[in-house]
């Protein structure tokens, strides 16, 4: 007769960080996906600059000051963002609460200068071929601000909550901090050929 062996998982943390957590390795994949489409876009923008006998097609190129103070403000905010999320490793409440709200401030600021920023295009979405995909790659890229925005706002409740000394909350925060790099990655190439590319 064969012994039966039984284990006792009762021990296990419920929840896991980084790469033990489910809810990370679904950020990851949805970055994947998101930033697939990025790709895309940006291969639509070189591709439509290859063929046109002027780039942009029948507009100057973009004002640079709306988009390179984004850019500032997104380089910026890694510096507390990083430390947001060493603060949800060591599971330190009272920093990662400050960390939350400074970061709930911080999403906002892009958001702001976006406002002008679709303006200093000098062009609409309907002009011509070059309109359509950089608005496209602007829209895209503020669906993800305001994404995240959202998303860090509720964390951000729910830290000054019960629910905010929850070893799961940690990871969330941890998360949410993985997918604001991802937005500040994201917008360096966009940034390049609106800006820049337009300029050559």
Same mark, same amino acid.
């Given at each position: 007769?064969?012994e039966k062996?039984v284990?006792?998982?009762?021990?296990?943390p419920?929840h896991?960080?980084?790469?033990?957590s489910?809810t990370?390795?679904?950020?990851?994949?949805?970055?994947l996906?998101e930033?697939t489409?990025f790709a %895309?876009?940006?291969? /639509?923008?070189?591709?439509?600059m290859s063929?046109?006998?002027a780039w942009?097609?029948?507009?100057?190129?973009?004002?640079?000051l709306p988009?390179?103070?984004?850019t500032l403000i997104?380089l910026?905010?890694l510096?507390?963002?990083?430390?947001?999320?060493?603060?949800?490793?060591?599971?330190?409440?009272?920093k990662?609460r400050?960390g939350? /709200?400074m970061?709930?401030m911080?999403?906002?600021l892009?958001?702001? /200068?976006?406002?002008f920023?679709f303006?200093?295009?000098k062009?609409?979405?309907?002009?011509?071929a070059y309109g359509?995909?950089?608005?496209?790659l602007?829209?895209?890229?503020?669906t993800h601000?305001?994404?995240?925005?959202?998303?860090?706002?509720? %964390?951000?409740?729910?830290?000054f909550?019960?629910?905010?000394?929850?070893?799961? +909350?940690?990871?969330?925060v941890?998360d949410?901090?993985?997918?604001?790099?991802?937005? /500040?990655a994201?917008?360096?190439?966009?940034?390049?050929c609106?800006?820049?590319?337009? +300029?050559?």
């Open positions: 007769m064969r062996i284990l006792d998982l009762g021990k296990l419920l896991g960080m980084g790469t033990a489910v990370w390795w679904g950020t990851l994949a949805f970055m996906i930033g489409g %895309l876009v940006i291969a /639509v923008y070189l591709y439509l063929l046109a006998t942009p097609i029948n507009t100057p190129p973009p004002d640079l988009g390179t103070l984004v997104l910026t905010s510096i507390p963002n990083i430390l947001l999320s060493r603060w949800a490793e060591q599971q330190d409440l009272r990662v400050i939350m /709200v970061m709930s911080i999403g906002t892009p958001l702001i /200068v976006r406002i920023e303006p200093a295009l062009v609409s979405w309907d002009s011509n359509s995909v950089v608005w496209t602007l829209g895209l890229h503020t601000i305001i994404t995240d925005l959202v998303d860090t706002l509720v %964390l951000a409740a729910l830290v909550t019960r629910h905010g000394r929850s070893p799961r +909350r940690f990871g969330d941890q949410n901090a993985m997918y604001w790099n991802f937005v /500040v994201t917008w360096l190439p966009i940034y390049g609106i800006y820049w590319l337009a +300029r050559l």
